[in-house]
Structure formats: structure tokens, C-alpha cells
């Protein structure tokens, strides 16, 4: 059974960092895919960032609103995904959610809370 946890949130001032972690279990030696998703109070859950293939590698996308801040990347092999989020802004405080993807099945973690507050 496939278990996403994300952890590494916190509060933190605007203009600092945080570095937030999914770790995925179970998901054996097939293919899969990831993406960060977030949810301010109040508010929807929308599109952070996901990875996507390219003839190189792994490739990165972002909303236009983290595009130059925010850095996704993942360890295929330890099944670990990362999201760097530096210059953080009061409008980044959040849940942040890991999704990982494989084949048809998509698997969410429970979050990890971002406060931006000086």
C-alpha cells in the first residue's frame, strides 16, 4: 500500500525558507510522479508544481505566482520528493500537499502547514 507523509513546515518570516519533504512508501519498482499542490484557508486547493519527463530528465513546472522562488526535485530511488521554497511571501502560508502518481492510482500525503508571518 502506497503511504505519502510531507513534513518540514513551519512558521517562517517573509523573505526566509523552507525546505518541505514527501516521502512515499510502497511503491515498488514501476514508474511514478509527483506534484505539489497547497491550500490557504479559505481557499481552494490549487497547483504548486509537478515533474514532468524529457529526453534529459526530470523537468519541473511551476505556477506563475513560486516560478523563480520555488524548486521542485525528487530522489527516484529513495522515492523521497522535495519542494525548496525560498523568498517566501505571507501569500505562500498554506498546507502543502504531496501527490504522487503511478499508472492510474494518485495518492495524497495529510500535509504539511506554512506560515509566512513576520
Known amino acids: 500500500q502506497v503511504q505519502v507523509v510531507e513534513s518540514g513546515g513551519g512558521l517562517v518570516e517573509p523573505g526566509g525558507s523552507l525546505r518541505l519533504t514527501c516521502s512515499a512508501s510502497g511503491l515498488g519498482n514501476s514508474d511514478w510522479w509527483a506534484s505539489w499542490y497547497r491550500q490557504a484557508p479559505g481557499s481552494d486547493r490549487e497547483f504548486v508544481s509537478t515533474?514532468?519527463?524529457?529526453?534529459?530528465?526530470?523537468?519541473?513546472n511551476y505556477v506563475t505566482s513560486v516560478r523563480g522562488r520555488f524548486a521542485m526535485s525528487r530522489e527516484k530511488a529513495k522515492a523521497m520528493i522535495y519542494l525548496q521554497m525560498n523568498n517566501l511571501k505571507p501569500e505562500d502560508t498554506a498546507v502543502y500537499f504531496c501527490?504522487?502518481?503511478?499508472?492510474?492510482?494518485?495518492?495524497w500525503g495529510q500535509g504539511t502547514r506554512v506560515s509566512v508571518s513576520p
Open positions: 515533474l514532468t519527463q524529457t529526453a534529459t530528465g526530470d523537468r519541473a
Open positions: 501527490n504522487v502518481r503511478k499508472g492510474h492510482m494518485s495518492y
